[in-house]
């Protein structure tokens, strides 16, 4: 009884020392140095560098005096310093380890993986209805299902493939891993079904694309033949192409000068009696026609690689601004409105004299090493020689300048230089688009 009673004094005498608040208890030592042990380590545990998952905020790796992580591998638990095992990114064991020893703390992670998985759709768990799906294959004859047939059989028959490599494994398993619900029919559906149905698709096109060849060449013999009936032209038709100046003016006179035997072509048959010109569009036509004659002729002169053009522009400008563009009595509605778009489109380009003052500044600007005369600047020596240009006979128009400025380089050493580099600047980029076209026809990308 005495040893009972000593024990439970000993015991309420504990309970009351670790009650009281000034008095540390027996077991108080130890406590406070397991708590301070417990914040050392803490404050040696710093968070693995480039990681995102919220797991990380129970696990850390240590770290040296500096902060700096010394090994990324060894992963070890905030809440009761336990280092956890991984392999290499993964963060499995960590949830495993938070979910059994540190319940709470699970929950709260994992309620933030769930609303990261609702965000993200690649790590959503699918529905049952959504797995049920996936497992579920195509049905026969389904629009899916047509569609990926019609490809395997398009490529047996463009890379001209033998049949049995439908029922060759490796082909099967790619097939399987592109799309799990497509189920590949056999061989026999291949060679008696998918092809022979592909066989007649092809052949009703190219005698579709025949009969359109034929109906052509068949209207081209109408046309010879209505020509020659009404004494007109044995002229083929020409089409517009946005690459060729003056494609369009021509399109447009071969229309109105076969009109009569084309609405002979037209009403012979029923399905094309509606393209049959009316007074209203022969009007706007020869309105067209009016307007874009007179320019043919000066684009067409502008289009020329062989002779100066560039000298050309000023001139034809004039022409355009006074002559061409200038409204007539007679002029139509159609061809007025075209006159005056072109006649603004003109006015707002910048003026010739501009470039040409500006080229001769920059040349004005540079030493000329010809010129043996120290006293006289370039400027005065351009200003001379300007001056008795002015006074002189001109080239005539039909000759070429560069032979002019050629003949005239000792009266004139400064400017015959200026006309030498100017003057052999093509007026249009048509020179430069004939090269590539050519180097087109030649160069193709088969």
């Not at 996936?134 to 569609?147: A, G, T």
């Not at 890379?159 to 799990?180: A, C, H, Q, W």
């Not at 005056?340 to 040409?356: M, N, P, S």
Request: net charge positive; charged share 25%; with cysteine.
């Amino acid at each position: 009884m005495c040893a009972i009673s000593l024990s439970r004094a000993h015991i309420i005498e504990m309970v009351v020392a670790s009650c009281s608040p000034g008095t540390p208890g027996p077991g108080s030592s130890s406590a406070s140095q397991s708590s301070t042990s417990s914040s050392l380590m803490e404050s040696r545990i710093v968070k693995k560098p480039n990681t995102t998952s919220p797991i990380w905020k129970y696990f850390g790796v240590e770290a040296d005096d500096s902060g700096k992580p010394i090994n990324t591998d060894q992963v070890i638990c905030r809440v009761c310093d336990t280092v956890v095992r991984t392999n290499g990114g993964s963060t499995t064991n960590l949830f495993s380890h938070l979910k059994k020893h540190h319940q709470l703390k699970y929950s709260k992670t994992y309620g933030c993986a769930s609303k990261l998985s609702n965000k993200s759709p690649s790590l959503a768990q699918p529905t049952i209805q959504e797995a049920l799906t996936k497992s579920v294959k195509y049905q026969k004859h389904s629009r899916k299902w047509k569609e990926l047939t019609d490809s395997i059989t398009y490529c047996v028959r463009k890379d001209m493939l033998p049949i049995y490599t439908v029922e060759k494994n490796g082909f099967r398993d790619m097939l399987k891993s592109f799309d799990p619900r497509y189920e590949l029919p056999s061989r026999k559906y291949f060679s008696q079904v998918a092809i022979p149905a592909l066989y007649v698709a092809t052949t009703d096109k190219v005698k579709q694309e025949l009969a359109e060849v034929a109906n052509f060449w068949k209207k081209k013999r109408e046309l010879r033949l209505a020509q020659q009936l009404l004494s007109l032209p044995e002229h083929s038709l020409v089409g517009d192409c946005s690459t060729r100046w003056g494609s369009t003016f021509f399109m447009i006179e071969q229309v109105l000068e076969q009109k009569e035997a084309l609405r002979c072509v037209l009403l012979q048959d029923p399905k094309m009696k509606h393209l049959c010109f009316t007074w209203q569009d022969i009007d706007v036509l020869e309105s067209l026609a009016a307007f874009m004659s007179p320019l043919f002729d000066f684009t067409d002169s502008l289009c020329g690689e062989q002779l100066v053009t560039v000298s050309t522009i000023k001139p034809v400008l004039c022409i355009l601004k006074n002559d061409i563009l200038s409204e007539c009595n007679d002029d139509t509605e159609h061809t007025s409105t075209c006159k005056a778009r072109v006649l603004e489109y003109v006015t707002t380009k910048k003026k010739l004299g501009t470039w040409l003052k500006r080229a001769q500044d920059k040349l004005s600007q540079s030493s000329d090493s010809t010129v043996e005369n120290d006293e006289s600047s370039v400027a005065t020596i351009i200003s001379k020689e300007s001056e008795s240009y002015k006074k002189v006979l001109r080239p005539d128009a039909d000759s070429n300048p560069l032979d002019w400025w050629q003949h005239h380089s000792l009266s004139y050493p400064v400017t015959s230089q200026l006309a030498e580099k100017y003057l052999s600047i093509c007026a249009s980029s048509a020179s430069s688009e004939r090269v590539f076209s050519t180097s087109g026809h030649i160069v193709s990308k088969e």
